[in-house]
């Protein structure tokens, strides 16, 4: 899936679950935590270059590593956020943004690794 799916979908689905008065906070927590899945691609090394490749849709994008992409989604946007969501809203709309992002590559024809490590 393209970057600009992932964002859309992750604002959608945080914002549906906000309250009418957060919808925008949420939204943009949402498309923030949309596009960190594919921030795999930033793995590189000069010697195997295939290893992007590798990593690609891996790890960022299994179900396991939700809450921890999530948090550091969360942790990211803290700074920007801390005086206008509290930590638990922060932590449950970046889980509801950075979700959607290792489902929706999983429909693509590329391969996902949605049950690493298992």
């Known amino acids: 899936m393209d970057l600009a799916t992932q964002g859309i979908a992750g604002a959608a689905v945080a914002q549906a679950i906000a309250p009418a008065h957060l ?3 949420a939204a943009l927590v949402g498309l923030c935590a949309g596009l960190l899945p594919d921030a795999d691609a930033l793995i590189y090394s000069a010697r195997d270059p295939l290893l992007q ?10 179900l396991i590593f939700i809450p921890f992409g999530a948090a550091l989604a969360a942790l990211l946007l803290w700074p920007f956020l801390r005086r206008k969501l509290t930590p638990k809203e922060l932590f449950a709309y970046a889980c509801c943004g950075y979700a959607p992002g290792g489902l929706l590559d999983a429909c693509t024809s590329y391969g996902t690794h949605l049950f690493w490590p298992f």
């Open 53 to 62: 490749l590798e990593y690609h849709r891996h790890f960022t994008h299994s």
């Open 23 to 25: 919808g925008r906070r």
